[in-house]
């Protein structure tokens, strides 16, 4: 547990047999270790043996699966805790950024007004809710098939085995890890790793969403739209002097790329199995523990060195927010839909602002009638 062993766990990650030779390699390093302090050899196996005495009748059917959802799992608390800081990272730029009008966007064509805090605030909120679900996938992991040995029928075990063994993994963890209530079926049904794996994607598929709205936001500075800046983390080319790649945002969506592959592997390996047991949880487990260890990192790298340093261009923001005619659809209840579609029209044909069109021809005086701040921004 010191990771001083680290080198004798000869096993790959994807293997065959269902995890039975990475089970087997731990019974060997474990018997290995206690002759060594009981003062004999390694590998002289009468003293002490790997499957008489370590394994001691339990089954590669429910030790790993259950080792491996506990490593998922407190890989998974330490996502939950970078995704928070992400997320108080995105609440205090919208906090920063509320007072920041701006126009915004659909289908990347001017939409309505809104401000830039709005924009963080959503990124906040959607990766809450990200979260959520993440802590939801956590409370599948807690239920384990351990005890179950082979294909659940818990054959070998002594009697008070499975109570004393969960007291103790309770005690240990301090969370409420408990057995299935059908082991058998625990045993060879995997659908609780395919839901988990489901809330890394759709965390992947949010964080690569906001990725691309930043790279959009920032774009240009002078041809894009320009209304933020990224903090420039390295140079963007080997040619163009003073060019600044969005690379931070860049990385997020290939993670994300990435994560969402895993989990088509997760879900093919999932339906594999056959009959009482499921030999593809070594490729399962590969691709879960990669899948959280890529957001976590992610996660601490958009926060710290994206997000944090992010500042707003609100000339910019502004000017284009008053040069847009989409800011006329406030007045559409006012002037009626095929009025207000020919001033807008009008005013992107000859490049003049739509109420100073409405103005000329007397249709709506802005200066008699404005629009309060408070609809602009919301």
């Known amino acids: 547990m010191a990771d001083k062993l680290d080198d004798q766990f000869v096993t790959t990650d994807i293997q065959g047999g269902a995890g039975t030779s990475t089970n087997m390699n731990v019974n060997e390093v474990i018997a290995n270790r206690a002759l060594v302090l009981m003062g004999h050899q390694k590998g002289q196996y009468q003293f002490l043996s790997p499957q008489d005495d370590v394994n001691a009748g339990q089954s590669t059917n429910d030790v790993y699966p259950s080792a491996g959802k506990l490593t998922t799992l407190l890989k998974a608390e330490q996502l939950h805790a970078s995704l928070s800081l992400l997320i108080n990272s995105l609440n205090e730029k919208a906090e920063q950024f509320k007072d920041v009008k701006k126009i ?22 959607g990766l809450t809710r990200c979260q959520k679900q993440l802590q939801k996938g956590m409370k599948t992991l807690l239920e384990l098939n351990l005890g179950g040995t082979a294909i659940g029928t818990g054959v070998n075990t002594s009697p008070g085995y499975k109570e004393l063994l969960y007291q103790q993994l309770q005690q240990d963890y301090q969370i409420n890890i408990h057995p299935a209530p059908d082991l058998i079926d625990a045993t060879q049904n995997l659908d609780s790793y395919v839901q988990f794996s ?90 879960l523990f990669e899948s959280v260890d890529f957001l976590q990192s992610a996660c601490v790298m958009l926060a710290t060195k994206c997000i944090s340093g992010i500042t707003a261009n609100r000339d910019k923001c502004l000017s284009d927010l008053q040069n847009s005619a989409e800011t006329v659809t406030k007045l559409t209840p006012i002037i009626g839909y095929a009025t207000a579609t020919k001033f807008v029209k009008e005013a992107l044909k000859t490049g003049k602002n739509v109420y100073d069109l409405l103005k000329e021809q007397g249709v709506y005086d802005p200066d008699a009638e404005p629009l309060a701040d408070s609809q602009i921004a919301n």
Do not use: Y
């Open 104 to 125: 915004g966007r659909t289908q990347l064509q001017e939409a309505v007004p809104t401000t830039l805090g709005n924009s963080f605030h959503a990124f906040a909120s």
């Open 198 to 287: 489901g809330t890394l994607k759709a965390l992947a598929v949010t964080m690569s969403k906001i990725s691309h709205d930043l790279r959009l936001m920032s774009s240009g500075p002078k041809s894009g739209f320009n209304e933020i800046n990224l903090p420039a983390r390295q140079p963007g080319s080997s040619i163009m002097p003073g060019k600044i790649n969005p690379v931070i945002p860049e990385v997020v969506s290939q993670i994300a790329f990435e994560v969402i592959g895993d989990d088509a592997t997760v879900t093919i390996a999932a339906e594999s199995g056959e009959f009482e047991l499921n030999a593809f949880e070594p490729v399962i487990f590969k691709n």
